[in-house]
């Protein structure tokens, strides 16, 4: 039989030296990813198998085989499931599908001194992780249907390339052959490898056959030597009582079939029985992917139909703003030949997806209002990093808005001046809350909104809210401004932005008649600031909105924020530059002398008002037009200051 030699993917060839050097203390996990993948290759047949019973040919217990040998120092998995064609070999065992992995690695590129280790760690790095323990892996296998003289050899000591060849192969499936490296025999003992399986996987569905231990009786011994047996308990882990499963079970599910790498935050497990009859073991996890804003949208549950596996990543039975979760769905009601078409105009498909968002919205509510600190903790962390994802929800499912809305948290001024919370993420606040602080006379919920937080601490249109003692909520992420027009009223309050309209600050009929005045003795100034100014700004008005500030921007009351604009041009949109209207602080020491020398001699006074506008926009994080010429003038004007 010829060989043919093969390179990885770069991006293969980059994690496979970083498995071949690891030091990574738990390199043991290992075990799992294989005995993960040989499980998934069963439920793959198992589905096939549904229509095509030929496929079984014979071989229908479908199991996983771990077995070592000691003195060649080999460990092998071998598993009778779907296997795998030459070609098949080499699209998976060369090249890396996963986003979040390519990431990983193009993450480690830029860090050389990252800790590799937790990196390992915090990804499931799949099949590729066995170069952890073995300098040579050989694969071995024949995918189901074919015949036997079509299985294929792949085989790789990790250096960059490996090679394939086809191979007769009597049975289905898959043989992995770990030579396992001098530092890693242990790997190759029995009780070890009973210990790992029971630990890591004991929760797959088919029978995991490792080879009987020696029971002191030579006899015996002899007469059961090569002799197999089971030793998970095979019992899909979701269909067993819950108080048989302890949290460290649940963790191994959760890590080894959902293949994650952080620890649950929390876990749903319940057994429904009713119109609809299905199981859920739902987990939400403590740490976000990397790709959950920028990588596939795909949803992270399985589909079991009675005990069956269907299919991964099933949409259907998930929003798009609960993309976070993980978990399995077994459902008693769907028909076993059920596919993708069938799914999306299924009436039992569409009812199991409002009850799976039904339960994860209360679950998530029962630990945010919990009595328990703990249980309050564990929100915070998941709200902090998926409460963007959540609030996707305000926008997309108005159905269920009122049970997102009181899963809302943001920063604000409020929580920005309290002791910060010990190992807990920062301080937010329900809007709830939010509304129990307000002070007489604040009708509205107020909010500012921008790209960062700093940005958002730092905007001038704050100034006057927090001196009248109003809290102002920091609204940072993209999806945030979409949320607060689309929320419209919370318990009869208005959501508005310190940046939009007229501001309410100027309402209470002292300050009115104040500006009202003033305004009178600036109108020239106003006038004269509006035409140098141009087209950009619609309007220089006085306010009352700053204290400190000179200056700032506004929108029209239903028009665009700056943060809004910006984001939607990021976002590959064509966007008009909306103009905006500059209002200036009639109380600030540099807008009263420059309204005075607009009295009397206004040579140089068109820069200086070009400068206020651009430094305005700077001081919310927005982009000037012409930063040269901002420099420019900015030069000018110091270099007259200090002559
Ligand atoms: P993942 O399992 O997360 O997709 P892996 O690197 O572990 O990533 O495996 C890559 C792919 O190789 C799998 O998706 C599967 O298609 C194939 N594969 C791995 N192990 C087996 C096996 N025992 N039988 C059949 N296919 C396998």
């Known amino acids: ?321 609960l993309r976070f979760v993980r978990g399995v769905v077994d459902s008693d009601d769907l028909p076993l030949n059920v596919s993708r078409e069938i799914l999306q105009e299924n009436a039992v498909v569409t009812k199991l997806r409002q009850q799976i968002t039904k339960r994860v919205l209360d679950h998530l509510k029962k630990l945010a209002t919990s009595e328990d600190d703990e249980e309050r903790k564990l929100f915070a962390t998941i709200e902090d990093q998926f409460g963007a994802v959540l609030r996707e929800g305000l926008v997309n499912d108005m159905a269920n808005k009122d049970a997102i809305q009181p899963l809302v948290r943001y920063r604000s001024t409020w929580t920005e001046t309290q002791e910060p919370p010990e190992d807990a993420p920062a301080l937010k606040t329900s809007i709830t809350d939010y509304i129990e602080r307000m002070p007489e006379g604040q009708e509205k919920i107020y909010y500012v909104s921008a790209a960062s937080l700093a940005a958002a601490k730092a905007s001038p249109h704050l100034e006057g809210f927090v001196k009248k003692g109003y809290e102002v909520l920091y609204l940072v992420d993209p999806v945030d401004e979409w949320v607060a027009s689309n929320l419209g009223e919370i318990e009869g309050k208005q959501l508005a932005s310190v940046a939009k309209g007229a501001a309410e600050l100027g309402d209470d009929d002292d300050t009115k008649k104040a500006l009202e005045e003033k305004q009178e003795g600036y109108k020239d100034f106003l006038g004269f600031c509006q035409e140098s100014l141009g087209d950009g700004i619609k309007e220089v008005r006085l306010t009352a909105r700053l204290t400190d500030s000179p200056c700032c921007l506004v929108a029209d009351e239903g028009g665009m924020s700056t943060n809004m604009e910006e984001m939607m041009r990021r976002f590959g949109q064509d966007v008009p530059t909306q103009s905006r209207i500059l209002e200036l602080n009639p109380e600030h020491p540099l807008v009263q002398s420059l309204q005075q020398r607009h009295g009397s001699d206004s040579e140089g006074l068109g820069d200086y008002i070009a400068v206020l506008r651009d430094q305005a926009l700077l001081a919310e994080g927005a982009r000037i037009a012409d930063p040269a010429a901002f420099a420019k003038k900015i030069t000018a004007i110091m270099t007259s200051a200090v002559s």
């Open 1 to 321: 039989m010829t060989q043919t030699s093969h390179t990885f993917q770069t991006e293969v060839t980059q994690l496979l030296q970083l498995m071949i050097h690891s030091l990574y203390s738990e390199r043991e996990i290992f075990l799992r990813e294989l005995v993960s993948n040989a499980s998934d290759a069963c439920d793959k047949l198992r589905f096939k198998a549904l229509t095509d019973h030929a496929l079984l040919a014979g071989d229908e217990d479908l199991k996983v085989k771990v077995r070592a040998d000691t003195e060649a120092g080999t460990l092998t998995i071998e598993d009778n499931g779907i296997g795998l064609t030459e070609a098949d070999a080499i699209e998976h065992l060369g090249t890396i599908a996963k986003s979040g992995t390519k990431e990983f690695v193009a993450g480690l590129q830029d860090a050389q001194k990252t800790d590799v280790a937790g990196m390992i760690g915090q990804f499931g790095v799949g099949f590729y992780s066995a170069f952890m323990v073995a300098d040579k892996i050989v694969v071995e296998s024949r995918a189901a249907g074919a015949s036997s003289d079509d299985g294929v050899r792949w085989e790789s000591t990790g250096d960059g390339s490996y090679n394939t060849e086809s191979i007769a192969r009597p049975q289905r499936g898959t043989t992995i052959t770990l030579h396992l490296k001098d530092d890693a025999k242990e790997f190759a003992d029995g009780w070890r490898l009973r210990s790992l399986v029971k630990k890591y996987s004991d929760y797959v569905g088919y029978p995991i056959m490792l080879p009987k231990q020696p029971t002191g009786d030579e006899e015996k011994d002899k007469a059961a030597e090569g002799e197999l047996e089971q030793v998970n308990s095979g019992q899909a882990l979701w269909t067993r009582p819950r108080a048989d499963i302890t949290d460290e079970q649940y963790k191994e599910f959760y890590q080894g079939a959902c293949h994650q790498w952080d620890d649950p935050a929390t876990r749903i497990h319940v057994n429904v029985e009713g119109t609809l009859e299905f199981t859920l073991l739902l987990f939400i996890p403590s740490q976000k992917p990397m790709d959950l804003f920028n990588g596939t949208k795909s949803r992270g549950l399985s589909l079991y139909v009675k005990r069956v596996f269907i299919m991964d990543d099933c949409e259907e039975l998930l929003p798009e703003y």
